[in-house]
DNA sequence: TACTCGTCCTAGAGCGCACTAGTAGAGCGC
DNA sequence: GCGCTCTACTAGTGCGCTCTAGGACGAGTA
């Protein structure tokens, strides 16, 4: 920098109002130095930029490398971001790098803001982090916690999903939950409202399950492995998202059980996955641009408005029909 | 820090070792900032740390939020740099986010180096960034740029899943190629050269494609139509990547073409999405962590041996048959 | 003329650390 | 008692930038 002022003939001083694009030069001057910048290649240095002013202007993000509705998430946060002026650093958890990790990552890279993508660690720890940043949770509900949440009415999502199942004439709908996944409890309850609202209470059954595809086959292979000895296969399954439903089609599928002729799956998310499935997967559709939106701009207004207490975020979510769901078989109980 | 250092009884300095594990303390007093800087929830500020120390320890890696096998390779990424003593900072590309903005975001984020995953853009710009900080590129040769360059023999991977259909008596194989995604030219040529050597010249067939999921759809469309005006459906489809490889399934199967009765499909990469498929997709395995572990690698080692000379890393990738490849439909020509 | 004001610019302090050079004091041999 | 070394610590400088306070100069106003 100092040798950016030398050379074009200016202040120091002048060369960082020219960077930051802020007024008190010259149109001439500016143009000089940008010029001379750019051929000596000096570009500011953020880390020296972000300790001499107070702000960072920067938000972290963690996610989770493969959950398909996280990374669409990112791709509706950036151009947000951007458009109030802020920067993006991504923190990814992964096998061997929990959330903590992440998130002291992004913590010491000066993100005044938090955005977590379906965090999963304990509320008192989110609670910590959420008093020493400002703290975005998407899909997963903190109580008590000092945390932004931003989330679609799982309630909401579930029903459809399964007024249209009943609507069809199904009547053994099983329920693959999403463990502790974001979203999941909430998903679970409304799943079993439903079966109550619909005089099916003791049909209900829940199975044990997460996120991913893994749960997904394995839930399939338990239902095969039912049938088997015997007992029927349920008519419908409602599985906790669009990987778990994917893995249960898999398995499924392989197995010779033709979808959705024998049994319907149903996922949830509509992450970018859904459409590809071969017959298209009946999912329920949470808009990811428009949550990734509001995250955003909640941490941005609470950043700039400290006085400001964290708020939630209800979007509706809704039901996409696809190739995956039809009427029961004849003669299904 | 001063704080700290304050309440602790000692200097800012002795903080500061204590706070990077340096011997210069007694394991009393080290305790004892340790125990007064967690009371006060003091941090030590990592952009402050850049400043002053001239190094960041810090690897930028760019990549592309919805291609799995990406994903794949960050999940190495993270325990090798983790491993190394380096940090790493994540900066995707996405729809209104180029390359040259992903990448200038981790390089003001002081990043010494650079890893690349499938960089697209021209040599001549790769060459700048590459003589700004030590890059590495993985999937894509960047020719007379200099950078490291991580992949994985592209053509052996070609060739074996070429001979792998031929065995089986394919002899009208497709490609739909790569477009501009990393690996593409490669393994287009590789296709061509495979087809001349089991004297199926003539039956030769490049489709304009590209690493997503609609360009299979599309090439899909492409040979659906062809079929209805009379023409005979390929036997065998290479398609330029896993997820392209999906399209090609989804399209097929949704109009009823049976896979891999009437058309055998083959992937590359062997990305998690792979083994997902209903009946499981014969592919070209590359090492994920591999790949990752040799780029991080390359990048540390020149980093502390400025002397060094960007490197080159094939690695051998190897067919992995699953469910969407078999024996053409008798009497096809 | 004397003044204000606006534009374009500069000097210099300080952001929170790391690091060099140095000091104080304890322990040791002679 | 001396010099010596080793451990445990500190003062002070500088990393590359931003930002506040203010200076120089010309144009407009009283």
Redesign the pocket.
């Known amino acids: 920098?100092?040798d950016v002022?030398e050379k074009a003939?200016?202040?120091?001083?002048?060369?960082?109002?020219v960077?930051?694009n802020?007024?008190?030069?010259?149109?001439?001057?500016?143009q000089r130095v940008l010029r001379v910048a750019d051929e000596i290649g000096?570009?500011?240095?953020s880390a020296?930029?972000l300790?001499?002013?107070?702000?960072s202007r920067t938000l972290g993000v963690m996610f989770t490398v493969h959950q398909t509705f996280q990374t669409d998430l990112i791709e509706g946060i950036y151009p947000e971001a951007e458009r109030l002026g802020y920067d993006v650093l991504l923190s990814a958890t992964a096998p061997g790098r929990n959330e903590a990790k992440a998130v002291e990552a992004l913590l010491s890279h000066r993100c005044e803001a938090l955005i977590l993508l379906g965090p999963d660690a304990e509320a008192g720890y989110l609670d910590d982090i959420g008093h020493r940043a400002v703290t975005v949770s998407v899909s997963r509900r903190v109580p008590g916690a000092r945390v932004d949440f931003v989330h679609s009415a799982e309630g909401k999502g579930v029903r459809q999903a399964m007024e249209h199942l009943v609507e069809l004439g199904h009547r053994r709908i099983v329920h693959v939950d999403g463990g502790r996944g974001p979203g999941s409890a909430e998903r679970r309850r409304a799943y079993r409202a439903a079966m109550r609202r619909h005089g099916l209470e003791s049909e209900q059954r829940v199975i044990p399950g997460d996120h991913t595809e893994q749960a997904g086959i394995e839930t399939g292979r338990l239902l095969l492995a039912e049938r088997d000895r015997g007992l029927a296969l349920p008519t419908a399954i409602l599985a906790g998202n669009d990987r778990c439903a994917m893995g249960v089609l898999m398995a499924l599928t392989r197995a010779g059980v033709e979808v959705p002729r024998d049994v319907s799956v149903v996922g949830y998310d509509d992450s970018h996955l859904s459409h590809l499935m071969p017959i298209g997967l009946t999912t329920v559709r949470q808009d990811a641009t428009l949550m990734a939106e509001h995250a955003v701009r909640f941490a941005v207004e609470r950043l700039e408005n400290p006085g400001l207490e964290p708020r939630e975020a209800v979007l509706d979510p809704k039901l996409v029909v696809r190739g995956t769901s039809g009427p029961p078989p004849d003669g299904a109980a």
Do not use: H, W
């Open positions: 920098m100092a002022a003939g200016v202040s120091r001083a002048l060369v960082s109002i960077f930051r802020q007024p008190g030069a010259s149109e001439e001057t500016r000096y570009r500011p240095d020296a930029r300790l001499a002013r107070g702000r």
